[in-house]
């Protein structure tokens, strides 16, 4: 059903990912010295509207909106429509013979005595998303733009619906299941949730009938190191995987050019990719679906969106980011322990996120425990009279100790560049973290007030975790969606609001 011809990804727009330092971010994020006036809720409406109107303001940035244009709103709409259509297959192959889905009822029930009168009927099971199915994007209507938390188009801040595509298994699919080599691949870093993703994908795989279905090692370079072989997945491959957290592939930065990969594909007959990875492994996969696209090979390439930052825009939540706030409140807790337990105690704890300071924001808000929070989004001084370690001073003299919790983006103007990149091209950050641990001792000494500072930085052990209940049941529906998406089409990229409509996604009765 869904092809793309231009896939949009977190790396080649910036509408997907959270710049630092982001204008309407460090207007929701001002809570820096304490987190009274804000609560969860309004974080996550806060965060949605946010999201969304990212994508807004890049649009009104550039000038495009005429707003004395009195049909402003329906060519926004229809822009908006026209960035996030999905082509159809038929688009780039306008032959292509669609097949009956082979995710149904009638394909999967043996014959029983229950069903001696036959198959239910398939029209009846009502188990198919139409595809004109949509998810409205905005939840929020606000009336006026000095409402609380306010993102507006346009400056009477009026009502735009947004629509993106729903996810979910169609009645028609493009792809026969015998004739799929399915391959999947997980790049990047590691991401709680990793091996739930593989398993429902392997395991949906062989709900359709596809039984060809292969694990590529250690990322992209799988596809160009001889040393690396396929690995032949099936339901009993990956029945337990996601009992243990890492990823049942291995995970890599960096590797081949892209022709390469495609190339390796062709040799291999692989004709359907899953791609797991972030904004770096989304361009790459972006790339592929070009080369495949250019060659003319009918391949799907589908990627599953994975940061465990929860860096991506247009999505609520996505997998690995709930354990990793969880997960990562054990750490902070232990800090305040620590912190508590010492005579002007400080524990500081250091938190994943490059350029966002989502999971140091949550879990320091779950938490309770957290005096300050530093996030890349939110600019701050350390010394000074409005700096933190002034605020550090005041807290240890009013409440004995304090617990700060920093994200590891946050106050790289404050460390020295590394100018170092790693082998996919990200840069490598200062270490926040220790300097201002170090700071934090080096100030206490010079005005004579003792003070006991312990760091934790828990980076790893959390990446490494399997993922919690919340985000195993996420895990399950991306799995599932990806598949619902790839048989219908020819090459294809995954959306983030494709996932937005998770919870909207029936499952196939079994
Ligand atoms: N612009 C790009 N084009 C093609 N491949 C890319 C691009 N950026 C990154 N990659 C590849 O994607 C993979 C993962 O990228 P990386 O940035 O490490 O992780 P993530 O996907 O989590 O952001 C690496 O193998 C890298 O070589
Ligand atoms: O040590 P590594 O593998 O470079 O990973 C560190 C990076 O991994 C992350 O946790 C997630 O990054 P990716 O989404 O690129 O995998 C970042 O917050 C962090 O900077
Ligand atoms: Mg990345």
């Known amino acids: 059903m869904e092809t793309l011809s231009h896939a949009i990804t977190p790396s080649s727009s910036p509408k997907f990912t959270l710049p630092r330092n982001d204008n309407v971010s460090r207007r929701l994020l001002r809570y820096r010295h304490g987190f009274s006036s804000l609560n969860l809720r309004t974080l996550r409406s806060q965060r949605r509207s946010r999201v969304f109107s990212k994508v807004e303001c890049s649009q009104s940035s550039n000038n495009n909106i005429d707003f004395s244009d009195p049909d402003w709103k329906s060519k926004f709409q229809q822009d908006f429509e026209k960035r996030f259509n999905i082509p159809h297959i038929t688009d780039i192959f306008p032959d292509a013979h669609s097949f009956p889905s082979t995710f149904c009822l009638r394909m999967r029930t043996p014959v029983t005595e229950d069903f001696a009168e036959g198959y239910p009927s398939d029209e009846e099971w009502h188990g198919y998303i139409n595809n004109k199915d949509r998810v409205l994007l905005k939840v929020i209507h606000y009336s006026s733009p000095t409402s609380a938390g306010a993102e507006c188009i346009d400056p009477n801040c009026s009502w735009v619906e947004q629509w993106v595509h729903r996810a979910g298994p169609r009645e028609k699919i493009y792809f026969k299941p015998e004739e799929v080599k399915a391959a999947i691949v997980t790049c990047g870093g590691l991401c709680p949730g990793l091996n739930d993703v593989i398993r429902q994908i392997v395991i949906t795989l062989e709900i359709y009938g596809v039984k060809n279905i292969v694990g590529i090692p250690f990322g992209y370079r799988g596809f160009s190191d001889k040393d690396l072989s396929e690995m032949p997945?099936?339901?009993?491959?990956?029945?337990?995987?996601?009992?243990?957290?890492?990823?049942?592939?291995?995970?890599?930065?960096?590797?081949?050019?892209?022709?390469?990969?495609?190339?390796?594909?062709?040799?291999?007959?692989?004709?359907?990719?899953?791609?797991?990875?972030?904004?770096?492994?989304?361009?790459?996969?972006?790339?592929?679906?070009?080369?495949?696209?250019?060659?003319?090979?009918?391949?799907?390439?589908?990627?599953?969106?994975?940061?465990?930052?929860?860096?991506?825009?247009?999505?609520?939540?996505?997998?690995?980011?709930?354990?990793?706030?969880?997960?990562?409140?054990?750490?902070?807790?232990?800090?305040?322990?620590?912190?508590?337990?010492?005579?002007?105690?400080?524990?500081?704890?250091?938190?994943?996120?490059?350029?966002?300071?989502?999971?140091?924001?949550?879990?320091?808000?779950?938490?309770?425990?957290?005096?300050?929070?530093?996030?890349?989004?939110?600019?701050?001084?350390?010394?000074?009279?409005?700096?933190?370690?002034?605020?550090?001073?005041?807290?240890?003299?009013?409440?004995?100790?304090?617990?700060?919790?920093?994200?590891?983006?946050?106050?790289?103007?404050?460390?020295?560049?590394?100018?170092?990149?790693?082998?996919?091209?990200?840069?490598?950050?200062?270490?926040?973290?220790?300097?201002?641990?170090?700071?934090?001792?080096?100030?206490?000494?010079?005005?004579?007030?003792?003070?006991?500072?312990?760091?934790?930085?828990?980076?790893?052990?959390?990446?490494?975790?399997?993922?919690?209940?919340?985000?195993?049941?996420?895990?399950?529906?991306?799995?599932?969606?990806a598949l619902t998406r790839s048989l219908l089409k020819c090459s294809s990229m995954s959306r983030p609001w494709h996932i937005l409509a998770y919870r909207v996604v029936q499952v196939c009765p079994s």
């Open 233 to 481: 997945l099936s339901r009993k491959v990956v029945q337990n995987i996601h009992l243990s957290g890492g990823s049942l592939l291995g995970v890599s930065r960096g590797g081949p050019p892209v022709s390469e990969i495609v190339t390796r594909m062709e040799e291999r007959g692989i004709n359907m990719l899953f791609v797991l990875g972030g904004n770096g492994t989304h361009a790459g996969a972006n790339a592929i679906h070009n080369e495949c696209r250019k060659r003319k090979l009918k391949v799907a390439v589908v990627g599953v969106p994975k940061t465990i930052d929860n860096d991506i825009l247009l999505m609520d939540k996505t997998f690995g980011f709930d354990t990793a706030v969880e997960e990562a409140q054990r750490a902070i807790n232990s800090a305040y322990i620590e912190a508590h337990s010492a005579y002007h105690g400080i524990g500081i704890v250091k938190l994943m996120g490059r350029s966002s300071g989502f999971i140091a924001m949550q879990s320091s808000l779950a938490s309770g425990q957290v005096d300050i929070c530093l996030i890349p989004e939110v600019p701050f001084h350390l010394h000074g009279p409005h700096g933190v370690l002034r605020h550090l001073k005041y807290l240890i003299e009013t409440k004995g100790s304090a617990v700060v919790c920093v994200a590891e983006g946050a106050g790289q103007n404050l460390v020295e560049k590394t100018n170092a990149t790693d082998a996919s091209g990200n840069i490598v950050l200062g270490d926040f973290g220790v300097h201002i641990q170090q700071e934090t001792k080096k100030y206490f000494k010079e005005i004579g007030i003792p003070a006991d500072v312990k760091y934790i930085d828990p980076t790893y052990m959390i990446r490494a975790c399997r993922a919690n209940a919340s985000d195993g049941i996420l895990c399950t529906v991306l799995g599932q969606n």
